[in-house]
């Protein structure tokens, strides 16, 4: 079993930033690598940042150049840096991994971001 539990949402104006966390536990040896994914009301789940075959980070064209991923490898925790924020931002934010083995896509419970002024 693996556990993803995803903090740092919350209400900000525009302009503002937020920093997600996503820190994964259980038997982690068994996914890949963790990445951000987003949905908005009434819409479907869009990947935000993701890592792609080549271990890179892959950006939604909407958010490049305001969003950043990290990770910390040690702590299991990928965070996601959001800076310029826009009320098109507004969403909840999951985090993802594919199990390594099965293929089977994990989330987490999800955060709300809220851009608002």
């Known amino acids: 079993q693996v556990q993803l539990v995803e903090s740092g949402g919350g209400l900000v104006q525009p302009g503002g930033s937020l920093r997600l966390s996503c820190a994964a536990s259980?038997?982690?040896?068994?996914?890949?690598?963790l990445d951000w994914y987003r949905q908005a009301p009434g819409k479907q789940r869009e990947p935000v940042a993701v890592?792609?075959?080549?271990?890179?980070?892959k950006y939604a064209d909407s958010v490049r150049g305001r969003f950043t991923m990290s990770r910390d490898n040690a702590k299991n925790t990928v965070y996601l840096q959001m800076n310029s924020l826009k009320p098109e931002d507004t969403a909840v934010y999951y985090c993802?991994?594919?199990?390594?083995?099965?293929?089977?896509?994990?989330w987490g419970q999800g955060t709300q971001v809220t851009v608002s002024s």
């Open positions: 259980g038997m982690t040896s068994r996914i890949n690598a």
């Open positions: 890592i792609t075959s080549g271990g890179s980070a």
């Open positions: 993802h991994a594919k199990h390594r083995y099965s293929g089977l896509d994990l």
